[in-house]
């Protein structure tokens, strides 16, 4: 680790921060370049944590001596700035004070997360990186063993889906599926039942299905708005409502996420509860 502060806002030190406000670019940017970006003191010792490699970091000042000794073992460019250089660099203000550039880490085998899975979570284009963030975080408190994202699907590591997690997309194992004419088969393969959440004459009850899950489960959640594709409904064994009130027919999708990974889920007292 060598720290250096900044002079120049524009230099390419800290290019990688260059421009955060712009999703469109950013998200086919950082792909590109193969890296992702944390922030906050907090997601970046959970990065570190999961074992992923810092390129490059970029903090205040006051930051500095709670992140030093977990950096201390990588031989990585520290930048100081304060708060208008910081957001001179990145167009937004920090208000949690740190980014740091991280390697992608190389995206396992689909085949490999399903073989000792028994419950996944299938998200189909979904283009909300706060619902993607979201939703990591309702997988990882509630119990499912991994995500799988379509093709189409946001990216889990763009800063806004791994901040909205709190840096549980670091945790829970995931990794992109091929599109429904090879994933279905894939999924039945490893002996998983398909069950696409949304409204159809012959849905079956969310509390009809937590009686008796499968033993292998794969739950689909689809586009914000538009819902599953016709593809995602013909590839599902079952289709699973949750019962609702007062003529309200659906939920945000990371609110109905949350809901049926709760109902899925046998939590135990002593695992604590949360708010």
Same mark, same amino acid.
């Given at each position: 680790? /060598?720290?250096?502060? @900044?002079?120049?806002?524009?230099?390419?030190?800290?290019? !990688?921060?260059?421009?955060?406000? !712009?999703?469109?670019?950013?998200?086919?940017?950082?792909?590109?370049?193969?890296?992702?970006?944390?922030?906050?003191? =907090?997601?970046?010792?959970?990065?570190?944590?999961?074992? /992923?490699? &810092?390129?490059?970091?970029? %903090?205040?000042? =006051?930051?500095? &001596?709670?992140?030093e000794p977990l950096l201390a073992a990588y031989d990585v460019p520290v930048h100081l700035a304060d708060a208008a250089q910081l957001e001179?660099?990145?167009?937004?203000?920090? /208000?949690r004070g740190a980014l740091a550039a991280f390697e992608r880490p190389e995206l396992p085998d689909p085949a490999e997360l399903l073989r000792d899975a028994r419950r996944v979570v299938v998200l189909e284009d979904i283009v909300d990186h706060t619902n993607v963030g979201a939703i990591f975080r309702s997988v990882a408190g509630l119990g499912a063993d991994a995500v799988l994202v379509s093709p189409r699907c946001a990216d889990p590591l763009y800063r806004? $889906?791994?901040? @909205? $997690?709190?840096g549980t997309v670091f945790q829970v194992p995931w990794t992109r599926l091929p599109d429904w004419d090879e994933a279905a088969p894939l999924l039945h393969e490893h002996g998983f039942e398909i069950a696409a959440l949304a409204l159809a004459d012959d849905a079956v009850s %969310?509390?009809?299905?937590? =009686?008796?899950? &499968?033993?292998?489960?794969?739950?689909?959640?689809?586009?914000?708005?538009d819902g599953l594709s016709r593809r995602a409904l013909s590839a599902a064994d079952r289709i699973v409502?949750?019962?609702?009130?007062?003529? @309200? !027919?659906? %939920?945000?999708?990371?609110?109905?996420?949350?809901?049926v990974l709760y109902a899925l889920t046998d939590?135990?007292?002593?695992?604590? $509860?949360?708010?």
């Open positions: 680790m /060598h720290v250096e502060r @900044v002079r120049d806002a524009a230099s390419d030190a800290v290019a !990688d921060y260059a421009d955060l406000t !712009d999703v469109a670019l950013r998200s086919a940017r950082e792909p590109e370049r193969g890296i992702y970006l944390a922030e906050s003191a =907090k997601v970046i010792a959970r990065a570190l944590a999961a074992g /992923h490699r &810092p390129r490059s970091v970029l %903090l205040e000042e =006051k930051w500095l &001596p709670g992140l001179a660099i990145t167009g937004y203000r920090v /208000h806004r $889906s791994v901040r @909205v $997690s709190m %969310l509390r009809t299905l937590a =009686k008796a899950p &499968p033993e292998r489960l794969a739950l689909v959640f689809g586009a914000e708005g409502t949750i019962p609702m009130l007062h003529e @309200v !027919d659906s %939920l945000n999708v990371a609110a109905a996420a949350a809901v939590l135990q007292p002593e695992h604590g $509860s949360g708010g």
